[in-house]
């Protein structure tokens, strides 16, 4: 069975940085594609990032600060947020979907909808 568990969440001030770590079990790494979401108190969750074999996308609200970054052999799959802002406070998710394996192009155009399995989610606080 599949499992993604989100870790590296926490408070950091405006123009910090953070970085998220999903680790994933029971699939090979290399032949899926891995998204993060997030979801604000009182939004909907929106899209963040997200990597396949041969792509990796990004929401327009984090192009330029955030990286998404993948190692196959440790399993893990890394969000790296700099440049912080108050309004990137959110749960953040990670999560994967059998329809994605050896499928390069899955997150062209990624949406959550896309996904169907999910970790519980770490939360991130940007406040002075």
């Known amino acids: 069975q599949v499992q993604l568990v989100e870790s590296g969440g926490g408070l950091v001030q405006p123009g910090g940085s953070l970085r998220l770590s999903c680790a994933v079990s029971?699939?090979?790494?290399?032949?899926?594609?891995i998204g993060w979401f997030r979801q604000a108190p009182g939004k909907e969750r929106e899209e963040v990032s997200c990597?396949?074999?041969?792509?990796?996308a990004y929401a327009d609200s984090v192009k330029g600060r955030f990286t998404i970054s993948r190692d196959n052999a440790a399993k893990v799959v890394n969000l790296q947020m700099n440049s912080l802002k108050p309004e990137d406070t959110a749960v953040y998710y990670c999560?994967?979907?059998?329809?994605?394996?050896?499928?390069?192009?899955?997150?062209?155009?990624?949406?959550?909808?896309?996904?169907?399995?999910w970790g519980q989610g770490t939360q991130v606080t940007v406040s002075s």
């Open positions: 999560a994967t979907d059998p329809r994605s394996y050896r499928i390069g192009s899955f997150c062209n155009n990624f949406r959550q909808d896309d996904f169907e399995t």
């Open positions: 029971a699939i090979n790494l290399e032949h899926y594609a």
């Open positions: 990597i396949s074999a041969n792509n990796r």
